[in-house]
């Protein structure tokens, strides 16, 4: 039996959705910092990656701002921001391909239908548009957080090799070693730095260590170093009170998050555990004042006003007679 194209067009949209924003997340997702040291750069789409990463322009600012998210992110590959950029609008021009197909295959649906389909496109294409951004930011944030959890211990290593007669840039290398089960991120850094220190100086490869991570720690720590270097101190010990600082610092962040965490807890004991405590407190009346209306209603109740002003009507009546009913003798 041959299938029909409204088939063959979902099935090609379904793969359209799943290969490439999945791609892209999958590529998001691990740390692409090896392929620096590795050497290794290639482009995700071949030589379709330059066409789809310059379909949709995108100003200097922005694309300087892309490249530092995707470097924190350890994403060093020389065609890192191409090949972010190739794949989304490769993915958003496939998704609006398959929308506008979807749209004329359904023409003669009603208008209600078509338009649940360009809405539920549209929401997809956004989610296509932004759900890798949002993603490439956290994960840039969560690799310079471990990096900046793991620099005090690595300031300690450095410290003691130091100490026992290594050459710093020795130190830098054996320490990345040491680094790289416990903390990657940070050993992967290191090597980096080390390389750069050997084919340049130690001051430029820390000043590229402090812009590649951008944490205020990192770059206090390449300012110690070149002003110990220049002023000849001793850098073991710069080393040693500067991770007893971070750690200070760290200890205060962590005071700072719990004195926040009161505040924050307050609003959901406002919301979800004052609504319980008005139902006890409140509940056992509401249910008295609900059986008193109930009772006092019916047909000889204190509230009866139906009863009570038919009583009184024909009270009036009798008495506008000329007789008094309450003189009236019920007895035989």
């Not at 995700?44 to 701002?65: Q, V, W």
């Not at 211990?153 to 007669?165: E, H, K, W």
């Not at 009570?308 to 003189?327: E, I, K, L, W």
Request: include cysteine; charged fraction near 20%; hydrophobic fraction near 45%.
């Amino acid at each position: 039996m041959p299938l029909s194209l409204e088939v063959v067009g979902a099935f090609l949209g379904i793969s359209i959705l799943l290969f490439l924003p999945g791609s892209l997340l999958l590529w998001l997702g691990s740390n692409r910092a090896e392929d620096y040291l590795e050497a290794s750069s290639g482009k995700s789409l071949g030589i379709f990656t330059k066409l789809f990463a310059y379909m949709i322009p995108i100003s200097d600012e922005s694309r300087n701002k892309l490249q530092s998210e995707l470097v924190k992110a350890g994403h060093y590959g020389r065609y890192a921001a191409e090949d972010y950029l190739a794949v989304r609008n490769a993915a958003v021009f496939a998704w609006l391909i398959f929308i506008t197909v979807a749209v004329v295959l359904t023409i003669d649906d009603p208008a209600a239908t078509q338009q649940s389909y360009l809405i539920a496109g549209v929401i997809v294409m956004a989610m296509i548009w932004g759900l890798p951004r949002i993603i490439l930011s956290s994960t840039a944030s969560s690799r310079i957080e471990r990096i900046r959890f793991g620099l005090p211990d690595a300031l300690d290593m450095i410290t003691m090799t130091v100490s026992a007669g290594m050459p710093l840039q020795r130190a830098i290398q054996h320490v990345s070693r040491e680094l790289q089960k416990s903390h990657s991120d940070l050993a992967c850094e290191l090597r980096i730095l080390e390389g750069q220190a050997a084919a340049r100086s130690l001051d430029y490869g820390l000043k590229e260590f402090a812009k590649r991570v951008d944490e205020p720690d990192v770059t206090a720590l390449s300012t110690l170093i070149h002003h110990a270097e220049r002023l000849g101190g001793n850098v073991a010990n710069a080393f040693h009170e500067f991770a007893d600082s971070i750690r200070e610092s760290r200890r205060q962040r962590a005071d700072e998050a719990g004195n926040r965490t009161s505040v924050k807890l307050l609003f959901p004991v406002i919301f979800f555990l004052t609504p319980p405590i008005y139902v006890l407190l409140l509940g056992p009346a509401v249910m008295e004042l609900r059986d008193f209306s109930m009772r006092e209603t019916q047909p000889g109740g204190a509230l009866n006003q139906s009863a009570t002003r038919a009583a009184a009507a024909t009270v009036n009546d009798a008495r506008s007679g000329g007789f008094d009913p309450t003189t009236i003798n019920l007895s035989n």
